[in-house]
């Protein structure tokens, strides 16, 4: 029983191993934060770079981060009254008219297991709830999702939006999703663009350091 062992059946998909070994850690006395770190995320750090080079595929990291979150949530409960390490704050959504959410899921579970704090909107986000929620929870990124092409101007629309509610140098805003370029993101003022989940995360990470 290892953190090596926890780390490989995350990258394995393999939930009730991933539980197995979490509570049997935590049994024998590891420290959470150790376990969270060394054992489950370090194996999310080893999914991203695999799927970014097409040596995994939506399903399997799709079944790698719900053992991720499995783990996490066991740990979480033995840090309850602990300070989680947390290095930043995003709201995510899919824009108005966009039904779509495997990618915008996939891009909150890298982002949760990279050490952020998400906060998903959902799918069909109006302008005015990612103002809301921009306001109400002052994030250091807003991450916008569309899938369609048809959709895709109402990522300027919430741009807009933050323009006109003087909240626009308040908040980074990344883009993502299949029809998103970073030619379109330079277009519509977008601090960044992240063509899938694992650059997403990395994007963020940078944005937060300048």
């Keep these: 029983m290892s953190y090596t062992e926890l780390c490989a059946e995350v990258v394995n998909g393999n939930e009730s191993k991933v539980i197995e ?14 376990i969270m770190n060394k ?11 695999r799927f970014k080079n097409g040596e995994m595929f939506v399903p399997e990291v799709l079944l790698s981060a719900r053992a991720l979150h499995s783990g996490i949530n066991i740990v ?12 930043g704050k995003i709201v995510l959504g899919t824009v108005k008219s966009d039904l779509h959410d495997i990618g915008k899921n996939l891009v909150g579970m890298m982002m949760e297991s990279a050490g952020f704090k ?5 799918v069909d986000v109006p302008e005015e709830t990612f103002i809301e929620a921009v306001k109400e929870h002052k994030p250091d990124i807003l991450a916008l999702s569309a899938l369609l092409t ?13 323009k006109e ?5 308040k908040v ?11 030619n379109f993101a330079d ?3 977008a601090d960044g663009y992240a063509p899938e989940a694992a650059s997403a995360a990395a994007l963020c990470k940078q944005l937060i350091a300048e």
């Design 118 to 122: 998400v906060i998903d909107l959902g």
């Design 39 to 49: 054992g489950l995320i370090a194996g999310m750090d080893i999914v991203g770079p």
């Design 76 to 87: 979480k409960e033995a840090l309850v009254g602990t300070d989680i390490p947390c290095i």
């Design 150 to 162: 048809t959709t895709m101007p109402n990522m300027k629309s919430v741009i807009d939006a933050l």
């Design 21 to 34: 070994l979490t509570k049997s850690l935590l049994e024998a006395g590891y420290d959470p934060l150790e």
């Design 187 to 189: 277009e519509i003022g």
């Design 165 to 169: 509610n003087g909240l626009r140098d």
């Design 172 to 182: 980074k805003v990344i883009i993502g999703g299949a029809p998103v370029s970073q």
